[in-house]
């Protein structure tokens, strides 16, 4: 069974940091690229970023580039990324997804696997 289980959300003040993880388990990625999604109060779903599985490569939506740092760590199978300069706009519960193969990872209806979110919440 393969379960996306994310954690590291919390409570932060505007201009604080966080590190988010997503463990994975049931089955290896290789090749794919993992993918944060994110969903704010009343808003739709939006992309944040992507790596991939096995070059370690990133993607990030503008919103979030220069402040969010995204990485692996195969060892523990796991994708950790490491938010900083949060704003109240970050608001968000934030999602890890998988996508099946050869879809993009950025479109969240291609997503065959998702974890369960981790709320993140930044106050003025």
């Known amino acids: 069974q393969v379960q996306l289980v994310e954690s590291g959300g919390g409570l932060v003040q505007t201009g604080g940091s966080l590190r988010l993880s997503c463990a994975v388990s049931?089955?290896?990625?290789?090749?794919?690229?993992m993918a944060w999604f994110r969903q704010a109060p009343g808003k739709d779903r939006e992309f944040v970023a992507g790596?991939?599985?096995?070059?370690?490569?990133?993607t990030y939506a503008d919103s979030v580039k220069a402040r969010f740092i995204n990485s692996r760590d195969i060892a523990k199978n796991a994708v950790d990324p490491q938010m900083n300069s949060l704003t109240p706009e970050d608001t968000a519960v934030y999602y890890c997804a998988a996508p099946q193969w050869g879809t993009p990872y950025f479109i969240g209806r291609y997503s065959e696997y998702w974890g369960q979110g981790t709320k993140v919440t930044v106050s003025s």
């Open positions: 790596i991939n599985w096995s070059s370690g490569s990133t």
């Open positions: 049931g089955r290896t990625f290789s090749g794919y690229t």
